[in-house]
């Protein structure tokens, strides 16, 4: 789970990158899908991730607008805020942690019982799935997505055989 999770984290800093020299209008776009553009789904990203954390843990959600957020400066800046406390409960996982019950309201009143382990992988398919949707909008703006590939981003490094 931590290796998919620096994964996750590799591909952003790589969508950061990426972004610095496309126009602010472009990555302000409201685009066909996702939660709106490509700055506000990388903002989106960081948020949902931190929220679900802090859910997990009990610790109160304070829910970041966008509207705050409207740059890529400002966007790496939330997710550098962010990251340490998210490190710290990514890296602090263990087994016993996995199917540990989390109580969801819904709207509808009633209570939802996930377990931890499904939340977390939920998180981990949530950037998967917007990163996928970059990539989309990538095109249309005319430039290479960030590859999505796990193999070559040194995330697992094999034993090295001696002679």
Same mark, same amino acid.
């Given at each position: 789970?931590? +290796? ?14 990426w972004?610095e =020299?496309? #126009? %602010? ?15 506000? +789904? ?17 610790? #109160?959600?304070?829910?970041? !607008?966008?509207?705050?957020?409207? !740059?890529?400066?400002? /966007?790496?800046?939330? =997710? @550098? +805020?962010? $990251? #340490? ?5 990514v890296f602090?996982?263990?087994d016993?942690m996995? $199917? $540990? ?11 939802? +019982?996930? %377990?931890?382990?499904?939340?977390v992988r939920h998180?981990? @398919? ?18 290479? #997505?960030?590859? %999505?590939? /796990? ?11 001696? @002679?």
């Amino acid at each position: 789970m931590q +290796t998919f999770f620096q994964y996750n984290w590799k591909v952003r800093e790589e969508w950061y990158r990426w972004c610095e =020299d496309v #126009p %602010a209008e472009e990555l302000l776009r409201v685009r066909t899908g996702g939660v709106g553009g490509i700055l506000h +789904t990388l903002f989106h990203i960081v948020d949902v991730e931190w929220s679900w954390f802090r859910l997990l843990q009990g610790k #109160p959600d304070i829910q970041e !607008s966008f509207d705050h957020y409207r !740059s890529l400066e400002l /966007v790496r800046m939330l =997710d @550098a +805020t962010y $990251r #340490p406390e998210v490190e710290e409960f990514v890296f602090s996982w263990d087994d016993s942690m996995e $199917r $540990r019950p989390f109580y969801d309201p819904q709207p509808d009143g009633s209570i939802a +019982t996930d %377990a931890w382990g499904e939340v977390v992988r939920h998180v981990i @398919a949530h950037q998967i799935h917007h990163m996928g949707q970059l990539s989309v909008w990538a095109r249309e703006v005319g430039k290479k #997505p960030v590859s %999505a590939n /796990v193999i070559g981003k040194q995330l697992i490094l094999p034993h090295t055989e001696k @002679a």
